[in-house]
Every structure is written in C-alpha cells, then in structure tokens.
C-alpha cells in the first residue's frame, strides 16, 4: 500500500512501517521509489508526524484501539487527516455475526479483538480535535452478496467450533441467506430496513 501510493507522485515521502522485521526487509526488496521508505516499528512507538496517517485493516486487532487511534492524531500535522479500513458490520454479515459476538461469545475471528463501527469512532474523537468527516464502504459483495455466503460458510463452520457450540445447523443458516441475497437481487427497489412488511397478493394475469 506504501508503495502504491509513492507511486501517485503526489507525496513528497511515503514511509511504510511495520513491527516484524522480515515484512519491512521484504518490502525494501521489493520497491526502491525514491519518495519511499520503510521502517521497522509499531503504531505505538512512531513519533514522526505526518500530513497524512494511513492505517489499513489494523486498528481491529490492537489491544487498545481507541488509544491507538488517538496517538494516530499525534501523529498528523494540524491540518493533517487519517486515513483507516477496518470490518464494517451495519450490513447483513455483520447483523450476523455481532449477534453471535454480543450473545453467545463467538468470535468472528481469532486474531480480530475488537468489531468497530462508526458510531465508536465518533465516541472516541469527542474529546479531540478531528471529528468523522466520511464513511466510504466498499468490498459490498462479501458483505450483502453471494460473496458473503462463501465466507460465511468457512467463518460459521469454524468459529461455532473455537467457541465450543454445535456447528450442524450453519447449513441451515446458509440457505435462508442464500434465499435472502437471491430475492434482494430480484427485488432491488425492496428497501430492507423495516421491522414488518406488507403483503400485497393480486392474482395471476
């Protein structure tokens, strides 16, 4: 990603880091752009400020994320801005699996410690001086899609298994989604947010 955005020639210096050694050795091998560097560190000991603080699909896995996203803010110059990606959950997928989450101590995965959503990443910017200025979601098939059973399928199967809970209705799960996802494909004027629904039935022309 480093890379990538060297690449667009629109910033001076892009440094790349991370705290496993042998990924920075990796990535040097890798790309030699002359606006690019890398360094072996954690978020948590980087000091340097920056215009812009870029953090992708991390701050989910660290012990203390709305620390880490606050020192994210030391890091950026007074007119600077942070760029993050994490899971996002206000979508099928996601219903599902914060349903599991928060009643029967499932987890979506083991290494994911924390499931962030807007609303905590504007619980903890209040006492700061950045605020959320954009929600942007891509990746929507894996969420509302047929790309979402597939992973469902393996992430159900497994995570059932880690928590100790029987597995053998996650088929079931997985057709009345399927189902789901097929009728919002035929139907997609259908809004999906309502807590009841009104069945209109006319006859066969």
Known sequence: VSAMIAEQGGAKLVTGIDYVD???RKAKEGHTLHNLDFSVSSIEDWSKKSEVVVSLGVLEHMDDPERTLKHMINLVESKGIIVITCPYFLNIRGYVWMTLVNLLDVPMSLTDLHYISPF???KWLIDTPMKLEKVQLFDHDRSNGFGM????KKRLFNALSDANLPNHKVETMISWLENVIEYQN???KIESN???ALYIIKPKK
């Open 149 to 152: 059973i597939v992973d469902m």
């Open 186 to 188: 035929r139907n997609t």
């Open 120 to 122: 905590d990443i504007e």
């Open 22 to 24: 042998s990924a920075i």
């Open 194 to 196: 309502g807590a009841n």
